[in-house]
């Protein structure tokens, strides 16, 4: 599916708009752990099994990673010159290759 520049920017923008307030969460909690002095066994055994916070870290996965492959698509295009079907597949891949990792993150700490 090739996408226009016009889509990839707005695709780009939606992408932020989504990753802003999970941040926000994702640091909250990071401060809240710190600051209650929970362990990485209490933190895990709290997120275990919860759909919630799969579903929380999923959107989160696939934000980020639609984000930053639109992103190094751009670096790529202006600082190496690519165009094309090189530019599709550093795209492609670096989106498949974030999700993949991140999907696996995601389980470890839910499943």
Avoid: C, K
């Avoid at 990839?8 to 999970?22: D, E, F, I, K, N």
Wanted: glycine share 8%.
């Amino acid at each position: 599916m090739n996408l226009t520049s016009a889509q990839l920017y707005v695709l780009q923008r939606l992408s932020a708009a989504v990753l802003a307030p999970l941040v926000l969460v994702h640091l909250g909690l990071i401060v809240y752990a710190i600051q209650d002095g929970l362990s990485a066994a209490e933190i895990l055994s709290r997120t275990r099994g919860s759909f919630v916070w799969a579903g929380f870290y999923s959107a989160f996965v696939i934000a980020a990673a639609i984000h930053a492959a639109i992103g190094l698509r751009s670096i790529a295009a202006e600082n190496l010159a690519w165009r094309g079907a090189r530019l599709d597949a550093l795209t492609y891949g670096a989106a498949l290759l974030l999700m993949t990792l991140g999907a696996r993150a995601v389980a470890a700490v839910v499943l």
